[in-house]
């Protein structure tokens, strides 16, 4: 069973601090891996993709990609209470072609102001 | 710009009953399409995908079917819901030959009492 793991939380920061995701995955062979962000009620919406090792920045968010650890993370810079929301790490196995992504469960950030 | 939506947004089901969940996506051609279930407390299951009209594959054995008789149109269906059909339940499309991005609709959810 092909698996991503990730702490459910609540994972709870302070206004204006960094925070800091993470997620483990069992797949050696995965090459694609996304960060969506899902508010309470609503659907999963894609906020980062990564495909190779080290960081990819975009904006407040960075995301971190260790193939070796099998090991992918978020960072929110700034964090504001709009951030608040559940994570979900996302991992596809496939190059291209059909698209397998296994979700993991997500993890619970809240901001608090 | 491509959007996708899917209906209705809230039902509520008595065990035994039937189900009909419809998806349709504008703006692109030949989507991948996508049908996953996120039960309480647990993450994204892949329920069904299709790479193309009437092809359709199953992830996990269960009482749903899902069709598509049309290029962008993907229906989800049950002859007879079971308790644990209770969720909500998410129609994504990516195009042929991405990495792995998802694009949700807006989300059914589906209570079975």
Redesign the interface.
Known sequence: QKE?EQN?GPLSVPEGAIASLNCTYSDRVS??F?W?RQYS??????IM?I?SNGDKEDGRFTAQLNKASQYVSLLIRDSQPSDSATY?C?V?P?????????????TKLQVIP | SQTIHQWPATLVQPVGSPLSLECTVEGTSNP?LYW?RQAA????Q?LF?S?GIGQISSEVPQNLSASRPQDRQFILSSKKLLLSDSGFY?CAW?W????????????S?LTVL
Do not use: C, D, H, M
């Open positions: 991503v459910s090459q694609s996304f969506y009620g609503k659907s999963p919406e894609l993709s495909y979900l996302a596809n496939n190059s291209g072609g059909y698209q397998k992504v296994t979700f993991g469960i997500g | 991948n996953y407390g647990r993450g994204l892949l995908y790479v998410l990516t042929t030959g991405a990495t792995g991005e998802l694009f949700f609709g807006e989300g959810r």
